[in-house]
C-alpha cells in the first residue's frame, strides 16, 4: 500500500511538472516557483528500489543536486554492479565495462577542450569535492569540464564516483605514463587491480 502511495505521489509530481512547463511556455513574462523534488520524501523501501532500478550516470547526475540526494544514494544503493569501473586515461573517461556493452558514466575534458555553444549554454556548474566543475551533455555521455589538468580531474572524479557507489577501480587503459596510472590506483585502495589495457597511439609513418 505505502508503495503504490508513493508511486502516485512521484507520478503526480512529474504531472505537475509538465503542467508548469506548459504555464510558463504559454506566460513567459511570470516566473514560477520550483515544484518540490518529492523522490527524498519517498519511503526507504520504494526509495531504495528505485535507486537500484536507476543507471549509474543517472544517479551521478542526481547526486549533483545537494548533498542529501547524494548521501541518499550512498545509503540506500544495494544492486551490484554488473562489471568492471574502468579508468580511462586514454580518451578521460569513467565507465563501467561488461561483455554486453560499455556505458560510459562520466567523461573528463579540460577547460580548452573544444565544446559546441549548444552544450555551452546547457553547461551548469556543480560542486565536486569542494571545487566547482562544470556539467554538460555530449553525444548521450555526461561530461565535467575542469579548469587545469584534466588528469587531475580524471582522478577527482574517480574518487568521487567509488565513493557514490562504493566500489573499487578494476581497470584501466592507458597510453602513456602507464606505471604512474597503475601506482595511484593501487595506492588507493586495497583491491588489486584485475586488467590492464595499455594503448599505443603512435601513427605509423610513410616508410
Known amino acids: 500500500m505505502t508503495s503504490s502511495f508513493s508511486f502516485f505521489r512521484l507520478l503526480f509530481w512529474i504531472i505537475s511538472v509538465f503542467f ?78 561488461t561483455l554486453q556493452n560499455r556505458n560510459c558514466v562520466l567523461n573528463v575534458n579540460s577547460s580548452s577542450a573544444f565544446i559546441t555553444s549548444e552544450e555551452r549554454e546547457e553547461m551548469e556548474y556543480v560542486r565536486m569535492n569542494r571545487l566547482h566543475v562544470g556539467v554538460y551533455r555530449s553525444n548521450g555521455n555526461l561530461v565535467l569540464r575542469w579548469h587545469g589538468d584534466p588528469m587531475g580531474g580524471l582522478k577527482e572524479t574517480t574518487d568521487y564516483v567509488t565513493n557514490l557507489f562504493n566500489i573499487d577501480v578494476s581497470e584501466i587503459c592507458v597510453f602513456k605514463d602507464a606505471i604512474k596510472m597503475i601506482e595511484w590506483v593501487n595506492r588507493r585502495q586495497k583491491t588489486p587491480l584485475k586488467k590492464v589495457v595499455y594503448t599505443n597511439c603512435v601513427i605509423p609513418s610513410e616508410k
Not at 518540490?36 to 549509474?56: K, N, Q, S
Not at 544503493?77 to 578521460?92: E, M, T
Open 20 to 97: 508548469q512547463t506548459i504555464k510558463s511556455l504559454l506566460i513567459p513574462n511570470i516566473p514560477l516557483p520550483p515544484p518540490h523534488f518529492p523522490l527524498l520524501h519517498v519511503p526507504y523501501l520504494p526509495l531504495g528500489r528505485i535507486i537500484d532500478f536507476m543507471e549509474p550516470d543517472a544517479l551521478v547526475s542526481l547526486s549533483f543536486c545537494s548533498r542529501k540526494t547524494h548521501s541518499v544514494i550512498k545509503t540506500h544503493r544495494r544492486a551490484p554492479f554488473d562489471g568492471r569501473l574502468c579508468v580511462s586515461g586514454y580518451d578521460n573517461n569513467l565507465s563501467f565495462r
